[in-house]
């Protein structure tokens, strides 16, 4: 069954072990910020830093495996019709739109709507790490290291597949941030199967 997380939002549910998940991108241009904890013991988490260091590699797709903080893979990239994602900057967060865009009335951003879903699974907000930004076009240049977040690649339906090698809790947003999604909040689907 094809789910949807409205904009601006999140959810978290259980991905058990072999199944697959399938993040759409319906409109395009949309990011989605996903977590995964081992269900049998939360301070497992995705972590970036193990996980770029194994790949020697920013721009993770096909084949690539996404490790915890104990260097145990929790989840393989199946399938990837665009091929960038970002796993180098943190969930979008009040403190993002207030630092970064000067927003006096922040949203709480990816970061508040996955605490939000996370809680009854028992993970505080301070367990969340840097997610898997699944669509996000963040370049860096060679040179000087300057990030910059460009709008998404993804147009219309596509979609990655993830493969869960542990039970798992998984996180997922429609993000929150303006300059992420090229100004335009828009929903994002998935398919657990
Ligand atoms: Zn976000």
Do not use: W
């Not at 094809?2 to 241009?29: C, H, M, N, W, Y």
């Not at 194994?54 to 797709?61: I, K, N, V």
């Not at 960038?84 to 970064?100: E, G, K, V, Y």
């Not at 941030?177 to 994002?188: G, H, L, M, R, T």
Request: net charge negative.
């Amino acid at each position: 069954m094809r789910r949807e997380i409205p904009p601006r939002s999140g959810v978290a549910f259980v991905l058990a072990k072999g199944q697959r998940l399938t993040v759409i991108d319906p409109q395009g241009e949309q990011v989605a910020d996903l977590l995964a904890f081992s269900q049998v013991d939360t301070d497992e988490v995705i972590s970036s830093g193990r996980t770029l260091d194994y790949a020697s590699r920013l721009f993770l797709t096909v084949g690539d495996s996404i490790y915890s903080n104990r260097s145990n893979v929790l989840l393989r990239i199946v399938e990837d019709t665009v091929g960038r994602h970002d796993f180098l900057l943190t969930p979008c967060s009040a403190d993002t739109f207030r630092i970064i865009y000067g927003d006096e009335a922040p949203h709480r951003g990816c970061f508040g709507n996955l605490a939000a879903a996370l809680a009854p699974y028992g993970i505080s907000p301070d367990r969340i790490p840097v997610a898997f930004n699944i669509f996000m076009n963040v370049t860096v240049d060679s040179r000087t290291g300057e990030l910059r977040v460009e709008p998404p690649l993804s147009r219309a339906d596509d979609h990655v597949v993830f493969e869960a090698e542990q039970d798992l809790i998984v996180g997922l947003t429609a993000c929150s941030a303006p300059q992420s999604n090229n100004y335009a909040f828009k929903p994002i689907h998935y398919v657990v199967s």
